[in-house]
């Protein structure tokens, strides 16, 4: 099943269920925002699972394309991405938990013909302030579906403060066995769909307090849940990397596998970036752009610094302008990348001439990184990497 086949599948059978589909906002929160880019589904339905009523109903479904980079070492994994698709559902008050699961099953597997002996659901096992998410864990058993409990991995929040509650997750089997054990004991348990039972509001103090309304807020990662439906072993051999897997190996020949999915996901992740309007930049927003450039950059120049991202092929830039719905000019894309590398090799040579003066040829000390920054602009981990060559 291809991604955008699953995306249909998804919208389609919620929406034959009451939901209105919320069109996606960009990477780029609402401003006053202090996150810098959305990280999830629910970000910008924030206010709305706070109680504030949403114009198109209780019931919501959409696709909202994210950006993490609290997972950019994880990059090049079975499993994280820096900038993906969430699928996601949300009840604002108007159905509990247990009717989001029942019909979370019900698609796996008749929607998307999930075998059900490959399922396995967690969820919340209760402390002394919330007790056991006894419905969720009547629901898995009744389905015939295997549970287990957990505290801390099964209560979900958005931060210190806000809303949050316990969650039920589902896992599916990846494993060339029969399953066996269970997710937190067996990484070959991969979790695809979590359902959150956002109940609470936690305050400055830590105490919990009632939301106005009980909310079902769900997600689902699109890339991953297609790698495992297409019988691939990781995110990145899924059809949304076919094009990039295609043309990067033979445009820069000996990465390994681990550098060619950072290249891959990194440059993608720039290109819909810059998509939603994003320029490069010392701080903010910019400096996360600047530093995925900078990152494969330096994976590529590696092993011949000759590379250039001017030789990347204009059809996978507009191929992800494509993917993620955005009207930016592609040409504008591959000439803010390349000028970007230019950039960076000046910096590079620049902080080759600093860092050859004698007195940064011991141990630097924080002084002398501090002094490196706000005298040269040579940030600490382009430091740490020019002192390794």
Known sequence: MQTEQIVRTFVEYF????????????????PGDPVLFTTSGMHPLTPYLEGRPHPLGRRLVDVQRCLR??????????????????????????????????????????????????????????DDRVGPDTS??????????????????????????????PDSEMFLWTGDTPPESTPTRDDRWVEVWNH?????????????????????????????????LQGRSSVHESDVFAPWRRSVPALWPSLDERSLRLVCDHLRSAVVV??????????????????????????????DPSRSLGDLPDELVRHTLDRFRQGTDPDLVSRTLLEEERRFRRLLERGRQVLARPRFRGPLDEEDLHYLHDTHGLPRDLVTHLRQE
């Open 15 to 30: 929406e034959e269920r009451g939901h209105r589909r919320v069109t996606g906002s960009t990477l780029l929160p609402p």
């Open 69 to 126: 980079t609290t997972d950019l070492e994880e990059v090049g994994d079975p499993t994280h991405l820096t900038v993906f698709e969430m699928l996601g559902t949300w009840s604002l008050g108007g159905y509990e938990g247990r009717q989001s699961l029942a019909w979370g099953y019900e698609l796996f597997t008749e929607g998307l013909g999930i075998d059900p002996t490959m399922l396995h659901a967690t969820a919340y096992a209760g």
């Open 136 to 165: 969720s864990v009547d629901l898995w058993e009744g389905l015939g579906v295997p549970v287990e409990l957990t505290v801390e991995d099964n209560w979900w929040s958005n931060g210190p403060t806000g809303p949050c509650g």
């Open 196 to 228: 959150v039972m956002m109940r609470h509001r936690r305050l400055d103090d830590g105490s919990l307090v009632p939301l106005p309304q009980r909310n079902v807020d769900t997600g689902l990662g699109l890339e991953r849940l297609a790698a495992l």
């Open 274 to 303: 810059l998509g939603d309007g994003v320029r490069p930049a010392h701080t903010g927003r910019g400096y996360v752009l600047r530093r995925l450039v900078r990152r494969v950059l330096t994976v590529l120049w590696r092993d």
